[in-house]
């Protein structure tokens, strides 16, 4: 098992995962981000989306939405710190159409306390999320 690299995927509510994994990946800040052991030292922003963890000796991904963080990876070890991360089999579509729903509300409202930067970040987080639970059904079936 020399061909892995440690991988530790956190929020500030809990640790998702700790363990060893072939391969891991990711939203970048600029585009979707594939992890391989021994690959070169890096830090970089995440976007909300999907971490899939290709976990050693297993046959299923770990996949785990987060809604932005920070990336650091070493040739021996990635960390995720993530803003706010759930399982994907913890995600509820009903709270995210909720979520999505109130966030474009809020955009299309005019009035002057709209907090545009927030709605906007709570929008683009339900739409992540919503697309996490599609790809994961499409993995499934």
Same mark, same amino acid.
């Given at each position: 098992m020399a061909n892995v690299i440690h991988v530790d995927v956190v929020s500030a509510e809990a640790? *998702?995962?700790?363990?060893?994994?072939?391969?891991?990946? +990711? /939203?970048?800040?600029?585009?979707?981000?594939?992890i391989f052991p021994r690959h070169t030292p +890096?830090?970089?922003?995440? $976007? /909300?989306?999907?971490?899939?963890v290709r976990v050693a000796g297993r046959s299923e991904d770990e996949t785990i939405f987060v809604a932005g963080g920070i990336l650091e990876v070493q040739p021996d070890s990635v960390t995720v710190l993530a803003d706010t991360a759930i399982r994907a089999h913890? *995600?509820?579509? @009903? $709270?995210?159409?909720? @979520? $999505?729903? #109130? @966030? !474009? !509300?809020a955009l299309h #409202? $005019?009035?002057s306390d709209v907090d545009y930067a927030r709605a906007s970040a709570e929008l683009a987080t339900a739409v @992540?999320? +919503?697309a996490a639970i599609q790809r994961i059904r499409k993995d499934h079936h």
């Open positions: 640790e *998702l995962f700790s363990g060893d994994a072939e391969f891991v990946s +990711l /939203p970048g800040e600029d585009g979707e981000l594939g +890096l830090i970089t922003r995440i $976007k /909300p989306g999907t971490v899939r913890d *995600l509820d579509e @009903a $709270k995210a159409f909720e @979520a $999505k729903r #109130n @966030a !474009e !509300e #409202n $005019k009035s @992540a999320q +919503l």
